[in-house]
């Protein structure tokens, strides 16, 4: 039979000619067996699999009475198992240690008995850290996943909740705390304080996880790539939401250096540091901006890469819109922030992962048709714009908090054509009415929008351009 056209039914129908049902079982777990030994004898040795040898190692030792070797063998699985959240194997090497010592500490037994004992506890202690901390973690995200929602007042009491947890007060850089403890706890207060609009803070626990991988960087790299690079990018994005710029320009020289040795062709880590080093730009040289500045980030944007990764090409474009906003080429501004309104009507992804992207790229939008003075010719496409995010939060449920975006949608409607700049102004300052009253709050979303969208300097502009 053709094992192009493979049908297991069919082969068993034809086995079972030949063979009964004990025999094709016994055959089926031979076979098993034998490609697990061609997959292990293929595959690179881990981490777990190495100490364990090195443990049968230890059994040998012992029996031979080589006690110095046990404990050197021991000493060395120890320090990796530490760096490779192995704890368990920590309790067994020292277990090995505590049968030496009666013959090669006679002197300082009590001493080095009692090391030995805090050395196994502290592992013991990190067993019940990491999953006490792995749970919580998988506690937030768990919500996240299934339901986030910043507006929705339910969400945001479950945040809360998740605060007055008795993990949150505990220290993510904590030196004795493993890595793997320490990693989820970070990231677990990281989201929360994000959620919490507290971009600091965020910035602060992100920094922990990637000290850790970075002091270690080789071992990581070698060992854990993928959650490596995870690292890399996240404490990227969250440098460039602060005003760390030094940092963030030495982190960037990093990932370039990494891209021309180790990871070329690695289109994720570059379509990030591209996307970042575009943002960087636009935020550092504002008005002095040049088309020769820009000319590069376009041709990147042209290769394609955008393409592979819709969030990367989405906010790529944002940026884009940015820079030619500096540049005073509005119209080709305009122009990539309605292909994006394209892409979130088009992707297939839950929209609630893209709401504040929305309305960030909404009101952007807006300034760039008030910044032309709300020609006529800007109106229509502007409008469908508006008209598609309206329709959009107009079938949100009724608890869910969408004031804000109401006010901005209902004064970008009334940018009819034809309207008078008096007009637009008299609308401006009934909408800066309805934010002033809306911000009073202090709620987890209305802070974390309150920290991007400097309101009262926008409307500032606004009425500079129509004046």
């Known amino acids: 039979m053709d094992l192009d056209t493979y049908d297991e039914m069919k082969l068993k129908r034809r086995l079972k000619k030949s063979m009964s049902d004990e025999v094709i079982s016994v055959v089926k777990n031979k076979l098993t067996e034998r490609l697990l030994e061609f997959l292990r004898e293929g595959s690179e040795e881990s981490a777990l699999k190495k100490l364990h040898k090195w443990l049968d190692y230890v059994e040998v030792l012992f029996k031979k009475e080589m006690f110095s070797e046990v404990i050197i063998y021991c000493d060395r699985i120890i320090k990796e198992a530490w760096q490779n959240d192995l704890h368990t194997v920590i309790i067994e090497a020292s277990r090995w240690k505590g049968y030496c010592l009666p013959f090669i500490e006679r002197e300082n037994y009590m001493e080095a008995s009692v090391k030995l004992r805090k050395e196994a506890l502290r592992s013991h202690n990190m067993i019940s850290l990491t999953y006490n901390v792995g749970d919580y973690y998988h506690q937030v995200m768990g919500k996240v996943q299934q339901h986030f929602n910043l507006r929705n007042q339910g969400f945001r009491d479950y945040m809360a909740q998740m605060k007055q947890n008795p993990l949150f007060a505990l220290d993510a850089s904590n030196e004795e705390y493993s890595f793997m403890p320490a990693c989820y706890l970070a990231m677990t207060k990281h989201f929360l304080y994000k959620m919490d609009g507290d971009s600091e803070m965020a910035f602060q626990q992100e920094s922990i996880v990637w000290n850790r991988v970075s002091k270690e960087f080789d071992f990581h790299y070698k060992n854990k790539r993928p959650e490596t690079i995870g690292a890399i990018i996240n404490y990227l994005e969250a440098l460039s939401k602060t005003e760390h710029t030094d940092a963030l320009v030495k982190h960037m020289a990093f990932i370039e250096t990494l891209l021309a040795n180790r990871e070329k062709g690695n289109y994720q880590l570059e379509a990030a540091l591209r996307l970042n080093q575009l943002n960087y730009l636009v935020k550092s040289k504002g008005k ?31 940026y884009l819109a940015n820079a030619y906003f500096f540049l005073r080429d509005y119209s080709k501004a305009l122009d990539y922030m309605l292909d994006i309104e394209k892409e979130h009507n088009r992707a297939e992804v839950r929209s609630e ?28 496409g502007f409008q ?22 109401s006010a901005l949608t209902d004064f970008f409607r009334s940018l009819k054509q034809n309207i008078e700049h008096a007009d637009v102004l008299q609308n401006i300052d009934v909408l800066e009415k309805r934010l002033d009253e809306i911000f009073s709050e202090q709620t987890g979303y209305m802070k974390l929008i309150r920290t991007d969208f400097d309101y009262p300097l926008l409307i500032e502009r606004w009425k500079e351009y129509l004046m």
């Open 353 to 380: 992962q893209y709401e504040y992207a929305r309305i960030n790229h909404l009101v952007y939008a807006g300034t760039l048709v008030i910044s032309r003075g709300v020609t006529n010719d800007d109106i229509p």
């Open 384 to 405: 469908n714009l508006v008209y598609s995010y309206s329709e959009h939060i107009r079938h949100k449920p009724v608890e869910d908090d969408y004031r804000f975006e």
């Open 288 to 318: 002095a901006l040049t088309w020769k500045d820009i000319h590069p980030f376009e041709k990147i944007y042209e290769s394609g890469i955008a393409e592979q990764f819709i969030d990367f090409k989405r906010l790529y474009e944002f």
